[in-house]
Nanobody
C-alpha cells in the first residue's frame, strides 16, 4: 500500500505565505514525477507545479514566480512554498506522485493525497 499525506494548509491573508508538504510512504520502488494540483470551488482540478526526480520543474502560469516546488528524494517528500498569496489561490491542494511499487517495479501509476485546504482571505 502507498499513502501520500499532505500537511501545511490553512488560512492566510493576501500577500502571505504557506508551505505545503507531502510525504509518500509504503512499498515504493521508485518515484518519477511528483507535484501539486489544486481545485477551487466550482472549478476543475488544475496543475499548480510538478517536479521530476531529476529536479526539473514546471509551473502553471498563474503561480510562476510566486510558488516554488522542491523535493527530498531521500524522504520521498515534495514541498510547495507559496508566497505572495492571492484570494484566487484559494483551493484544495492535492499532492500526487507518479511511482512504481515493490510488487510491480516495471509499472508506474499516479497516486493522490487526500487534499489540504488553502484559504487566502482578509
Amino acid at each position: 500500500q502507498v499513502q501520500l499525506v499532505e500537511s501545511g494548509g490553512g488560512l492566510v491573508q493576501p500577500g502571505g505565505s504557506l508551505r505545503l508538504s507531502c510525504a509518500a510512504s509504503g512499498s515504493i520502488f521508485s518515484i518519477n514525477r511528483m507535484g501539486w494540483y489544486r481545485q477551487a470551488p466550482g472549478k476543475q482540478r488544475e496543475l499548480a507545479a510538478t517536479i521530476t526526480s531529476g529536479i526539473s520543474t514546471n509551473y502553471a502560469g498563474s503561480v510562476k514566480g510566486r510558488f516554488t516546488i522542491s523535493r527530498d528524494n531521500a524522504k520521498n517528500t515534495v514541498y510547495l512554498q507559496m508566497n505572495s498569496l492571492k484570494p484566487e489561490d484559494t483551493a484544495v491542494y492535492y499532492c500526487y506522485a507518479d511511482l512504481s511499487t515493490m510488487a510491480m517495479p516495471w509499472s508506474r501509476k499516479d497516486y493522490w493525497g487526500q487534499g489540504t485546504q488553502v484559504t487566502v482571505s482578509s
